[in-house]
């Protein structure tokens, strides 16, 4: 099975292209329409800050009549860009308590869970010490029915373009995903590490990713760019290759820029034959003036 998502549906630039107008003052809204073009829904803001017990029931609510539908959580960065860096194994535990109590449980307990994303920071390159902190942080998150999965972003990880065998074995022992993943910055691997796969597509703003942009340039941030459905057919045999080594894979766009993401994800919906519900959305990119497509 094949779902496919957008990270996060927030976003105030997806109105008129995305978002109908009618819908463009209602954002609590926007969760239910999301839901009826897709099954599946990556969630940010839990890095950022933990939501409290209302936010998670009201989405909850607000998907109950979409059939199936999931949310995959990303681990509070207070845990993977804070406590990880510091080995505090004690304040991981308490952050994570929260995080599971507020979120993970209620999610589960709706039948409304997908997998729980733990985002690595590029200063968390291979080390000893480092697969020590992540084996036990592993530990410390782990519950025995919920599926995980693990993005690193240095490529120290990396030995010949592979993840290192470290790092594939304490993933693969643990059942926990390695992340696949389309971005300028770290190169899409292969090796499956559990039956639960794990894509995500960040965009391939490479001179933006790494700081190097022009005055004129008016692209809203290094995620603000439109795959080609060219560059998205190249994918296709690869995921279909995913699908038969794996129980589910979860797909992702996260180049939520102008509806970027949206439109990414029902063309390769449209190209894996995934039973959908067709919109056309038209985007002005405006990296640069008066490029319309």
Same mark, same amino acid.
């Given at each position: 099975?094949?779902?496919?998502?957008?990270? %996060?549906?927030?976003?105030?630039? *997806?109105?008129?292209?995305?978002?109908?107008?009618?819908?463009?003052?209602?954002?609590?809204?926007?969760?239910?329409?999301?839901?009826?073009?897709?099954?599946?829904?990556?969630?940010?803001?839990?890095?950022?800050?933990?939501?409290?017990?209302?936010?998670?029931?009201?989405?909850?609510?607000?998907?109950?009549?979409?059939?199936?539908?999931?949310?995959?959580?990303?681990?509070? %960065?207070?845990?993977?860009?804070? $406590?990880?860096?510091?080995?505090?194994?004690?304040?991981?535990?308490?952050?994570?308590?929260?995080?599971?109590?507020?979120?993970?449980?209620?999610?589960?307990?709706?039948?409304?869970?997908?997998?729980?994303?733990?985002?690595?920071?590029?200063?968390?390159?291979?080390?000893?010490?480092?697969?020590?902190?992540?084996?036990?942080?592993?530990?410390?998150?782990?519950?025995?029915?919920?599926?995980?999965?693990?993005?690193?972003?240095?490529?120290? *990880?990396?030995?010949?373009?592979?993840?290192?065998?470290?790092?594939?074995?304490?993933?693969?022992?643990?059942?926990?995903?390695?992340?696949?993943?389309?971005?300028?910055?770290?190169?899409?691997?292969?090796?499956?590490?559990?039956?639960?796969?794990?894509?995500?597509?960040?965009?391939?703003?490479?001179?933006?990713?790494?700081?190097?942009?022009?005055?004129?340039?008016?692209?809203?941030?290094?995620?603000?760019?439109?795959?080609?459905? %060219?560059?998205?057919?190249?994918?296709?045999?690869?995921?279909?290759?995913?699908?038969?080594?794996?129980?589910?894979?979860?797909?992702?766009?996260?180049?939520?820029?102008?509806? $970027?993401?949206? $439109?990414?994800?029902?063309?390769?919906?449209?190209?894996?034959?995934?039973?959908?519900?067709?919109?056309?959305?038209?985007?002005?990119?405006?990296?640069?003036?008066?490029?319309?497509?």
């Amino acid at each position: 099975m094949i779902l496919t998502g957008c990270s %996060g549906w927030s976003y105030t630039d *997806w109105v008129d292209r995305f978002y109908p107008r009618e819908l463009s003052q209602r954002h609590s809204d926007w969760l239910r329409y999301y839901a009826t073009y897709f099954r599946t829904a990556e969630v940010n803001s839990t890095f950022y800050s933990l939501p409290p017990r209302g936010t998670v029931d009201a989405w909850i609510s607000k998907t109950r009549d979409a059939g199936m539908f999931e949310f995959s959580l990303k681990l509070p %960065g207070t845990i993977t860009h804070g $406590k990880m860096q510091s080995g505090d194994m004690a304040g991981i535990a308490s952050d994570f308590a929260a995080f599971r109590q507020n979120c993970i449980s209620p999610l589960q307990d709706a039948g409304r869970l997908g997998a729980v994303l733990v985002q690595l920071p590029p200063q968390f390159g291979f080390t000893a010490g480092n697969v020590g902190v992540l084996a036990r942080t592993m530990e410390a998150v782990s519950m025995g029915n919920v599926q995980y999965a693990v993005e690193f972003r240095s490529r120290s *990880w990396l030995e010949k373009g592979e993840l290192r065998g470290e790092a594939l074995d304490l993933l693969g022992s643990s059942d926990f995903a390695a992340v696949i993943v389309d971005s300028p910055a770290f190169p899409s691997t292969a090796v499956l590490t559990s039956r639960a796969a794990y894509v995500r597509f960040h965009g391939r703003n490479s001179d933006i990713w790494y700081g190097r942009t022009d005055d004129d340039d008016l692209r809203i941030n290094r995620y603000d760019y439109l795959y080609s459905r %060219g560059q998205l057919e190249e994918w296709v045999p690869r995921i279909r290759a995913i699908e038969e080594r794996s129980d589910i894979t979860r797909i992702y766009f996260n180049n939520h820029g102008r509806a $970027k993401a949206a $439109k990414n994800a029902i063309e390769l919906m449209e190209m894996l034959g995934i039973e959908h519900q067709h919109k056309e959305i038209r985007i002005m990119d405006q990296s640069r003036l008066g490029n319309f497509i």
